[in-house]
C-alpha cells in the first residue's frame, strides 16, 4: 500500500492540441518509468494508445499510469481535451484532486478550457499551470498567457520564466530560489547557474509578485513581509502550497516535452505543491436508506467505499471498472455492497492500470485509483462499500446527446452484431445513446459530435467486426385530422360460392394532441354484430399504421363505429376489418388531413457577443426564442425548433460562436407542418414509395 501523504491523484487538463499526452509521457520518461519517450505521433504513447487516437493523433479515452518521484506515488490520469470526449474528461475529475493545467500561447483560449476551468473550479481542484511547447513559441508569450489567465478568472502566479524562446529554449528561472536551470540537451539533465543579466530584471519583478501573492496566503508570513523581512525559500513554498490548496493561487511553469525541458521542475512542484488524498478532506454522499448525508475520511482504516468512475473493455482482462477509493482498504475476494442495484459483488482481481497494461495489486487503500475485472453488475457512478456502514455518492454528471445518426449496417450478420456491440460500448462511453426508431425502422445513434460518431463507427468494426454506414436520421413525421367527417366502407365480393360482405358507418375527429387513438363502438340494436367489432378496429390501426397523405402513421384521432350492416352467410373478420380500412380512408380525406412535425425543446449556451447571430439563425429554422437566462459570462437561450431544422446543428452552432457554444435539446411535442413545406415533404415520401416499390 502507498502511505496516504505520499500519494497525488493528478489529471492532465486542457483543450486539445496543448500537449498534455507529451506531458505525460514525458514525465513517465524522466520518472525512468519508460526506456524511450512516448509520442502520439508515431503510435508509441503510452497513454493514447487505441488505434483511433494512433491514427488521429488525440487523445479519445482518459488514461492512466503512476510514477515515483522523490519517495512520493504519482497517479498521473490523462484525459482528452476536444467538445466530443470532454464528457469522460468531466467524469474523471471526480477521481483526481488536483491537476495539472496546460496552455499554449499559440493556441489561444478555446471553449474546451474555458469549461474544463470552470468545472475545476466546481469541483475544487488545486491546479499547477504548465506552459507547453515552449520550444515553438516567441519570446513574447506573457503577454498571451495573461490574455488566457484573465479568460479564465485565474489568479497566476509565476513560479519560472523561461530562458529563451522557439530553438533558443534552454531553461527556466526558478523564481523561488532565484536560480537559473540550464538543460543540455534533449534528454531532461539540467545543471544550476546563475540568472543571466539580460533576465535579472525581470526575474526580480516577478520574483516580487510571488512574495506578495505569498505573504497573503498567511497571516505570519504577511506580517513578516510587511515588516520588511526576506522570506526563506521553505516560507515560500509553504505559502504557494497554501495558496494552491485554498484555491487562491495557480503557479505558472514552462518546459518543453519534447525536449524534456522543465519536467523535473514540474513533477517536484507537483509533489510539493499539489494536494495528498488526506489534503483533500471527506468524500461526502448520503446514507442510501435513510438519504441522509454521510461522509467518509480518507483514512485506510475507515470502512470501505469507493466511487466508480469509468468502465472500460479490455479485450484480455475483460470488463474493468475504474474506481476511486476514497475511504478504507479493499483486497481480494472481498465482498462488497453495490446501493445503486442493491447488490453484493465479490472482488476478485484488483489492478492498477498502467497505460494498456495492469499491474495485479493485493490490496490498495484509501486515496488510490484502482480497477476491479469483471465485476457483474457494476456500471459507471455506481458506490461499492461495506454493507455494515453503508454509503452512496453521486453518480456521474448526465450530458445530452448533440448529434445523432442513422446507422445502416452493411449485411444481415452486421445487422445482428450492432445492438450488442453498441450497448458494450455504452457501458464505457455514457455519452452514447442508441435506439431503434419504431416509426422509421433505423438504428440511430446519438452522441456528443460527428467526430464522436465518427470514432465509433471505426470501433465497431475493429472490435466488433460490425460495418454500417452513416445517414441523416429520418425524421418522424406524423399524420392527423383538423375537422370531423362520416363516410361508410362497405366491402361486398362476390365471385361463386361464399362472398365477403363487410358494411361500416364511421365518424372520426381530432384528438388533443398526444393522445393518440381512441376508438368507441358506439353500435345499438345488432347492427353489427359483436364479434366483428374487433375486426372493424385492427382495420382501422392498420390504416393509420400506413397513414393517408405520406404513408406516416396517423395520430390524435377518434374514430367511432356507429352504424354498418351485416350478411348472416357472407360476413368474415376479414371483410370487416377491409371495411373499416375502407371507410376510415374515405373519412380522412374529408376531414382535413395534415402532416405533424417533431418540435425540439433546445438549450443553447453561447457567449454574450455571440447570442445576436445565434437568434437570428434560430428564427431562419422555423424557432421560437422563449426567453434567455444569464449564467455566468454566456447566455442560455430557450426555443423551440423543429427537428428537421436542428439534425446537424452542432457543426453550425460552433462556426456561429467559434466553438464556444453548446446546446441541450429534447422533444417536446409535435405541431402541424406548415402547408408550403407539408406539399414537398408529402411529394418526396410519395416519391420514394413509389420507388421502393418498383425496386
Known amino acids: 500500500m502507498i502511505e496516504i501523504d505520499k500519494l497525488r491523484n493528478v489529471g492532465l487538463l486542457g483543450q486539445g492540441g496543448v500537449g498534455k499526452t507529451s506531458v505525460g509521457e514525458a514525465m513517465l520518461f524522466t520518472a525512468g518509468l519508460t526506456q524511450r519517450l512516448g509520442r502520439v ?4 504513447s503510452v497513454f493514447a494508445f487505441e488505434p483511433e487516437e494512433v491514427r488521429r493523433h488525440i487523445s479519445i479515452s482518459a488514461a492512466f499510469h503512476s ?30 484532486g488536483a491537476a495539472v493545467f496546460l496552455l499554449s500561447p499559440s493556441g489561444g483560449l478555446r471553449v474546451e478550457s474555458e469549461r474544463l476551468w470552470s468545472r475545476a473550479n466546481e469541483r475544487k481542484l488545486s491546479r499547477l499551470i504548465f506552459v507547453s511547447k515552449m520550444e515553438r513559441e516567441k519570446s513574447d508569450v506573457e503577454e498571451s498567457i495573461e490574455a488566457i489567465l484573465n479568460g479564465l478568472e485565474a489568479k497566476g502566479v509565476y513560479l519560472q520564466i523561461p530562458i529563451g524562446a522557439e530553438e533558443g529554449f534552454k531553461g527556466v528561472i526558478d523564481l523561488v530560489q532565484m536560480k537559473a536551470m540550464v538543460f543540455e540537451g534533449n534528454g531532461g539533465k539540467f545543471s544550476q547557474a546563475e540568472i543571466p543579466e539580460e533576465l535579472k530584471k525581470s526575474a526580480e519583478e516577478k520574483r516580487l509578485r510571488l512574495l506578495e501573492s505569498v505573504a497573503e496566503t498567511d497571516d505570519a508570513l504577511l506580517e513578516k513581509y510587511l515588516e520588511g523581512q526576506e522570506l526563506s525559500a521553505d516560507e515560500v513554498k509553504r505559502g504557494i502550497r497554501t495558496g494552491v490548496l485554498t484555491g487562491k493561487l495557480f503557479p505558472v511553469l514552462f518546459g518543453s516535452a519534447l525536449r524534456q525541458i522543465g519536467i523535473p521542475q514540474l513533477l517536484d512542484a507537483a509533489i510539493e505543491y499539489l494536494p495528498s488524498p488526506a489534503d483533500e478532506g471527506e468524500a461526502e454522499g448520503r446514507n442510501p436508506v435513510t438519504r441522509d448525508p454521510e461522509k467518509r475520511t480518507p483514512d485506510p482504516g475507515a470502512p470501505l467505499s469507493a466511487y466508480v468512475f469509468k468502465t472500460i473493455i479490455d479485450p484480455f482482462a475483460g470488463k474493468l471498472s475504474v474506481m476511486r477509493i476514497c475511504s478504507g482498504t479493499i483486497a481480494t475476494d472481498m465482498t462488497l455492497y453495490n446501493p445503486n442495484k442493491e447488490g453484493r459483488e465479490k472482488i476478485g482481481q484488483i489492478f492498477r492500470l498502467e497505460g494498456k497494461k495492469q499491474e495485479p495489486l493485493r490490496e490498495a487503500s484509501a486515496g488510490e485509483i484502482v480497477a476491479a475485472a469483471k465485476l457483474k453488475d457494476v456500471s459507471s457512478g455506481d458506490t461499492l462499500c461495506d454493507e455494515r456502514a453503508p454509503i452512496q455518492y453521486d453518480g456521474l454528471v448526465h450530458f445530452s446527446p448533440l448529434i445523432s445518426f442513422a446507422l445502416e449496417p452493411k449485411s444481415k450478420a452486421d445487422e445482428e452484431k450492432v445492438p450488442q456491440a453498441l450497448h458494450k460500448m455504452m457501458e464505457e462511453d455514457p455519452t452514447i445513446e442508441m435506439h431503434r426508431d ?49 363516410a361508410q366502407g362497405k366491402y ?14 364511421l365518424k372520426i375527429e381530432p384528438l388533443p394532441r398526444g393522445k393518440g387513438f381512441e376508438f368507441v363502438d358506439d353500435i345499438v340494436g345488432g347492427a353489427i354484430p359483436r364479434n366483428y367489432i374487433p ?28 352504424d354498418g350492416s351485416y350478411h348472416e352467410v357472407d360476413s368474415s373478420d376479414m371483410a370487416f376489418k377491409i371495411a373499416g380500412s375502407m371507410g376510415f380512408k374515405t373519412a380522412v380525406d374529408k376531414s382535413r388531413p395534415v402532416l405533424l412535425e417533431p418540435i425540439m425543446s433546445m438549450e443553447v449556451t453561447v457567449p454574450e457577443d455571440s ?9 431562419s429554422r422555423r424557432g421560437r426564442v422563449l426567453g434567455m437566462e444569464t449564467k455566468g459570462h454566456n447566455q442560455t437561450i430557450k426555443a423551440l425548433v423543429p427537428m428537421a431544422e436542428v439534425l446537424k446543428y452542432a457543426p453550425d452552432l460552433r462556426s456561429l460562436t467559434s466553438g464556444r457554444g453548446e446546446f441541450q435539446m429534447e422533444f417536446a411535442r409535435y405541431e402541424e407542418v406548415p402547408p408550403h413545406l407539408a406539399e414537398r415533404i408529402i411529394k418526396e415520401a410519395k416519391a420514394n414509395a413509389e420507388a421502393q416499390s418498383k425496386s
Not at 492 to 505: A, E, I, L, P
Not at 535 to 558: F, Q
Not at 611 to 619: A, F, P, R, S, T
Request: proline share 4%.
Open 492 to 505: 361486398k365480393r362476390q365471385s361463386g360460392g361464399r362472398g365477403q360482405y363487410g358494411d361500416t358507418w
Open 535 to 562: 375486426a372493424v378496429e385492427k382495420g382501422i390501426r392498420e390504416a393509420m399504421t400506413d397513414g393517408y397523405l405520406a404513408h406516416y402513421p396517423m395520430v390524435d384521432i377518434r374514430v367511432t363505429l356507429y
Open 438 to 486: 419504431q416509426q422509421t425502422r433505423e438504428f440511430i445513434l446519438s452522441g456528443m459530435g460527428q467526430l464522436h460518431i465518427e470514432v465509433l463507427v471505426e470501433k465497431l468494426k475493429r472490435k466488433y467486426g460490425a460495418e454500417v454506414e452513416l445517414k441523416a436520421p429520418k425524421v418522424p413525421y406524423k399524420e392527423t385530422v383538423k375537422g370531423s367527417a362520416s
Open 41 to 44: 505521433e508515431d503510435g508509441t
Open 611 to 619: 447570442m445576436g447571430d445565434v437568434i437570428g439563425d434560430l428564427n
Open 67 to 96: 510514477l515515483s518521484w522523490k519517495k512520493s506515488h504519482l497517479y498521473l490520469v490523462d484525459t482528452p481535451g476536444y467538445a466530443p470526449f470532454l464528457a469522460d474528461t468531466i467524469n474523471c475529475m471526480r477521481a483526481f
